[in-house]
């Protein structure tokens, strides 16, 4: 899933982004107020976590900011102010957690994972379609008993569309959500990766997982 990092302090900025890319995320970062809001309403992001001391415009003003213009990403505010008001404050501006640094790293990237997947709609660790099964805690993944390895692309990928099971993804959907600033667009990455996945999930297998809307995208479901 495709995280945004607003974190001013270079070093915290930097150890959060690479912990959270190990994790198996998506995470682009930006170092002020300004950039935050901007890359927060012109992209779509499935969690921003946002430091509330920043540079240019504090981390209350993008919040506030986000929400008026109906941003609707989940906002974890990850933050030095530790006082009941500052919390009540994020909270009630529309923050969805709230985290004072310094802070456990794992559970950091538990309320990461616990985020993402109630914005998704779910509030399992364990996603289950047909007899595939995806354990997002583990990320361990596995068909009718049999344990499937996945590099962490194809993890990823899969991942998203377990979320959205049912949903038609387009293309670009599923490149916004997979691919950082970093990534340089190639026009069938997309197409290559969920043949990566065919072949390892619906070779052999009974029923056909994933499936194609040709002109609209992919979809993950039991249904044919």
Request: include cysteine.
């Amino acid at each position: 899933m495709r995280l945004l990092i607003v974190e001013d302090e270079r070093k915290t900025g930097d150890y959060i982004r690479q912990g959270l890319s190990e994790a198996g995320f998506v995470v682009d970062l930006v170092r002020s107020g300004p950039d935050g809001l901007h890359r927060a309403v012109t992209e779509d992001y499935d969690l921003i976590v946002l430091d509330i001391n920043l540079p240019g415009m504090d981390g209350w003003t993008v919040l506030r900011s986000l929400r008026r213009r109906g941003g609707d990403s989940a906002v974890l505010c990850l933050t030095a102010r530790d006082g009941v008001e500052d919390r009540v404050r994020g909270l009630d501006l529309g923050a969805d957690d709230y985290m004072v640094k310094p802070f456990a790293w794992a559970e950091l990237v538990a309320r990461v994972r616990c985020l993402v997947r109630r914005g998704h709609g779910k509030r399992s660790a364990t996603l289950r379609i047909d007899d595939l099964e995806i354990d997002m805690a583990r990320k361990a993944v596995s068909r009718d008993g049999r344990r499937i390895q996945l590099s962490a692309r194809e993890y990823a990928l899969l991942e998203y569309l377990a979320l959205r099971q049912g949903e038609v993804v387009s293309r670009s959907d599923i490149w916004a959500h997979l691919y950082d600033q970093n990534d340089e667009a190639e026009s069938n990455v997309v197409d290559v990766y969920i043949g990566y996945l065919r072949s390892k999930l619906d070779r052999n297998a009974p029923r056909k997982l994933i499936h194609t809307r040709r002109g609209l995208g992919y979809v993950l479901s039991a249904d044919a």
